[in-house]
């Protein structure tokens, strides 16, 4: 399924657009760009996703992109993505295994990142540590994820870090104990379930 090229043209001046169980959605259509006022931007439920598209480094008031539930997205690295990030919620991509490197572009404003049942996650970047504006980290449900990266204690302005389900990275997070502690140490809160 496509969306007709035009028909996003007239939709200029939309703030906020959601796609939810658009299951044969597949591409983003051309156009989009011109959504220039376009400030929160989420697929849910998209089955059929093959990728985000490329150029919305040109939505320059686009500030929270939610993904969820979109089995077949793959984030295709490059500079033409989203720049000024304030939130970004992933949830339920089973072909992730680290975080896109366009998400580099948003390291001064990034402040929320929501990480949600990503069963193949393995492994975060090691510029995780640069998002110096990041307050908030949740990571739940990524069993293959076990540890931080280096230079956690980078990240003085992270005041929550909630980890809930991923039971060897909350092992390794454990206070006094785990092996990552000491990096995040410094956050006043840490919560831990396995």
């Known amino acids: 399924m496509h969306l007709r090229d035009n028909g996003i043209e007239c939709m200029c001046s939309i703030r906020n657009l959601f796609f939810l169980d658009c299951h044969k959605l597949e591409y983003f259509p051309k156009g989009y760009q011109r959504l220039t006022t376009l400030h929160r931007l989420g697929f849910q439920n998209?089955?059929?996703?093959?990728?985000?598209p490329q150029g919305t480094k040109h939505l320059t008031a686009l500030e929270n992109l939610v993904i969820k539930n979109c089995w077949k997205l793959n984030f295709i690295d490059g500079d033409d993505?989203?720049?000024r990030l304030r939130s970004l919620t992933i949830d339920e991509l089973p072909q992730l295994v680290t975080l896109p490197q366009w998400l580099i572009g948003s390291t001064n404003t990034l402040q929320f990142l929501d990480i949600s049942s990503c069963q193949n996650l393995e492994i975060l970047p090691e510029w995780l540590p640069d998002l110096s504006s990041l307050r908030k980290l949740q990571i739940r449900f990524c069993p293959k994820l076990l540890s931080l990266p280096e230079g956690m204690v980078r990240l003085t302005a992270l005041r929550e870090l909630n980890i809930h389900c991923c039971p060897g990275l909350s092992r390794n997070c454990k206070k006094g104990v785990g092996e990552d502690w000491l990096q995040i140490a410094h956050i006043p809160q840490v919560k831990l379930t396995e």
């Open 46 to 52: 998209c089955e059929s996703l093959i990728s985000l």
């Open 81 to 83: 993505y989203p720049t």
